[in-house]
């Protein structure tokens, strides 16, 4: 596979699924498959060389040189500057600090809006995914994807045990460990639905619907997006990518996107 392809095959979920493995460990080799991993597929819906790419959430810039890799000009916005730093690295001045919600930047600044594992730990995850449609141009692309909260990594380093609700998993976690979670339900960590993106998606004025994918899975299993009930467990993490519209249609044809997938 060239850089730029992307298959979703089943030894494609395997290696992500190893490398998810040592994330802890080894984040150089976690972050840098799931970064490679990540820009080839967003190049499968719009090509990234000439792009000028904004990442939502970039958290310390793993995902930079991928995309530059690919040939966009790769900027990220953070809201945390102590994530930025995270691992000892230094986004350098490609990152700067600010909150997702309120975007920085005027209408229509940037070929592609990118967001990974952040809308779940926004209290607001829908007015973020709405500044992101907000700064794409007119045929420019969105992708938003995050983990599925009743999926079996939703609750993050509390996994599985917010199967039994957040309030008990973040209890158990400071029992167990002396400390609380980093990742602290209803302050940095919520409860977010695949049905929840995907009503967002339907009532968007501003975007088409392009796809909706479970991001790891393999292509033979993206049925599951369409089952409500399984779709948030067995997800994982849901993709949506939407194209931003003219902004002469945009108020019209509410929630005529096509829920296909590709
Ligand atoms: C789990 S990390 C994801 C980092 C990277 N995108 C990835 O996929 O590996 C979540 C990041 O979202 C950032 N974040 C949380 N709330 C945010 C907000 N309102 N605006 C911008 N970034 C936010 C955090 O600081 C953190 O760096």
Redesign the pocket.
């Known amino acids: 596979m060239s850089a730029a392809e992307h298959r979703a095959d089943w030894r494609r979920s395997v290696r992500l699924f190893r490398a998810f493995l040592v994330e802890q460990t080894d984040p150089d080799r976690f ?1 840098g498959e ?1 970064a490679m991993d ?1 820009a080839a597929q967003v190049n499968a819906f719009h090509v990234l060389r000439g792009a000028l790419l904004l ?6 810039g ?2 930079a040189s991928a995309f530059e890799n690919l040939g966009a000009t790769y900027i990220a ?4 500057a102590g ?2 730093r ?1 691992h000892g690295r230094d986004p350098g001045p490609r990152t700067v600090q ?4 309120m975007l920085p930047f005027p209408d229509g600044t940037f070929d592609v809006t990118y ?4 809308l779940e ?2 209290a607001n995850p829908w007015q ?1 995914a709405d500044e992101m449609v907000r700064v794409t141009r007119p045929g420019g692309t969105t992708v938003l994807s995050y983990t599925l909260w009743h999926g079996p990594w939703g609750g993050h380093e509390t996994s599985p045990w917010h199967f039994f609700g957040g309030e008990y998993a973040a209890r158990r976690y400071r029992r167990r460990h002396g400390v609380d979670a980093k990742n602290r339900f209803g302050q ?1 960590l919520f409860a977010v639905s695949a049905t929840q993106g995907l009503n967002w998606a339907r009532t968007q004025r501003a975007a088409d619907v392009v796809a909706v994918i479970p991001r790891y899975l393999p292509s033979a299993v993206r049925w599951v997006v369409h089952v409500p009930g399984l779709r948030e467990v067995a997800c994982w993490n849901l993709m949506v990518v939407l194209r931003r519209r003219a902004p002469d249609l945009g108020d019209r044809s509410v929630g005529s996107g096509t829920l296909g997938d590709r």
């Open positions: 972050y799931l990540s990442d939502v959430g970039g958290g310390p793993f995902f916005i953070d809201a945390d994530e930025m995270l600010a909150d997702g919600t967001s990974s594992n952040v730990h926004v973020m940095t």
